[in-house]
């Protein structure tokens, strides 16, 4: 999230120019990555997507106010494709099992 916010803080991002539609796949990429990492870390796809979405909307209202930064809601429609897809390849093959409970040492059964 840091490296995504630094980068859209700034008015040019480094290397070649990335007119639409190549900005897209940037947006789809990043979100991808930050969704891969989100769920990989939670064990869970809805809260990785969710996350993801919420930030990628708050960085193009971020971007709005940066001078020779664009902002709408294609780019935004594409951070939350990647973040699907980032979320769903963090987790395929474990279905829609949760996270194993972490045993609570005052457990009063022990």
Same mark, same amino acid.
């Given at each position: 999230?840091?490296?995504?916010?630094?980068?859209?803080?700034s008015?040019?991002?480094?290397?070649p &120019?990335?007119?639409? &539609?190549?900005d897209?796949?940037a947006?789809?990429?990043a979100?991808?990555a930050?969704?891969?990492c989100?769920?990989?870390?939670?064990?869970?796809?809805?809260l990785?997507?969710?996350?993801?979405? $919420?930030?990628?909307?708050?960085?193009?209202?971020?971007?709005?106010?940066?001078p020779g930064?664009?902002a709408g &809601?294609?780019d $935004?429609v594409f951070d939350?494709?990647?973040a $699907?897809?980032g979320?769903w390849l963090?987790?395929?093959?474990?279905?829609?099992e949760r996270p194993?409970?972490v &045993?609570?040492?005052?457990?009063?059964?022990?």
């Amino acid at each position: 999230m840091g490296a995504i916010w630094w980068l859209s803080s700034s008015p040019d991002t480094p290397g070649p &120019p990335l007119p639409h &539609p190549r900005d897209w796949a940037a947006h789809f990429t990043a979100y991808l990555a930050l969704s891969f990492c989100l769920a990989r870390a939670t064990g869970r796809r809805g809260l990785a997507l969710v996350v993801a979405a $919420w930030f990628g909307a708050l960085d193009e209202v971020h971007q709005a106010f940066v001078p020779g930064r664009e902002a709408g &809601p294609t780019d $935004w429609v594409f951070d939350v494709l990647g973040a $699907w897809v980032g979320a769903w390849l963090a987790l395929r093959g474990r279905g829609r099992e949760r996270p194993a409970p972490v &045993p609570v040492l005052s457990d009063p059964s022990r």
